[in-house]
């Protein structure tokens, strides 16, 4: 009972501070956003150097606030990063895709080039888009794309909360027995079915997307973000750990709570650029 209590208080307060970081101002998106990213990107550096030789902490976290600087860039300055222009967007999704391959390796390190810069594509670059897709004022103002990511992260969070919730009631089929044992199709399905019913009533309030919109966004979250939660699972099964972090009571760390978004993010920051 104490644990429930503790995951409940936590997930609460987890809710209340993204939902407020996420609508109050630019100021609080950054600030939230870039805390994530770099509490995320401590604890990958943390977890790889269990095994991996060679893991540059400070150069690293060095870069990946130049990487953030850079993502704001044309809220504040008009200059568009090269990292981040829509073409070179769709390259950065080679990355994920790498990762989800190694799913299906019996190699289960997901570690496949240096880990100092690897820490920073897999948990740092995704929420760079996020910020760069909040601060983008060509293609719409920021307060309508607080909205939108809002409804991103309502979308994940629902995926989430019914998978496992159709899982643990009806789930038998492995979906990936090897990587997660608990993670069944039954709950994949009825995570993508209910998460579909989200993106529905979303689009009768969120109007800033179109309802065909919300609904591609819906289905890349079930897939992507599920592939996430099985990546992140992989990595910490090749070091022996439960969690990866302890920073959110009884939840575990960040990058346990924001698998699923360093994943899906890409995806659907790509997704939106195209069809805004």
């Known amino acids: 009972m104490n644990n429930f209590l503790t995951r409940t208080l936590t997930g609460i307060l987890f809710v209340a501070v993204m939902v407020g970081g ?69 390259l950065i999704l080679i990355f994920p895709a790498i990762l989800i391959s190694k799913l299906f390796q019996k190699n289960s390190s997901i570690i496949i080039f240096s880990p100092t810069l690897f820490g920073i594509l897999f948990s740092v670059l995704p929420f760079c888009y996020l910020l760069l897709y909040y601060s983008s004022v060509s293609y719409y103002v920021s307060e309508n794309n607080s909205r ?53 009533m979303l689009s009768i309030y969120f109007i800033e997307l179109a309802p065909l919109h919300w609904h591609v966004v819906a289905l890349i979250v079930s897939v992507f973000g599920t592939l996430g939660d099985l990546v992140e699972s992989m990595f910490k099964r090749s070091l022996g750990v439960k969690d990866s972090g302890t920073i959110l009571p009884g939840h575990g760390g960040i990058l346990d709570r924001f698998d699923g978004i360093l994943f899906a993010a890409p995806f659907v920051i790509a997704y939106l650029t195209m069809v805004r």
């Open 22 to 90: 996420i609508l109050w101002n630019i100021w609080s998106f950054i600030g939230l956003f870039s805390i994530i990213a770099l509490a995320g990107l401590w604890e990958f550096y943390s977890l790889a150097s269990l095994k991996e030789k060679g893991t540059q902490k400070i150069p690293g976290l060095i870069l990946a606030i130049i990487l953030i600087t850079a993502a704001c860039g044309k809220y504040f300055f008009r200059v568009n990063p090269v990292l981040f222009i829509p073409g070179t967007q769709l």
């Open 148 to 200: 939108i990511i809002l409804g991103f992260f309502l979308l994940m969070w629902s995926n989430d909360t019914f998978a496992y919730l159709v899982g643990i009631s009806i789930g038998k089929t492995k979906l990936f027995e090897r990587i997660s044992p608990k993670k069944t199709w039954e709950g994949f399905i009825g995570g993508v079915i209910c998460t579909q019913g989200i993106a529905f």
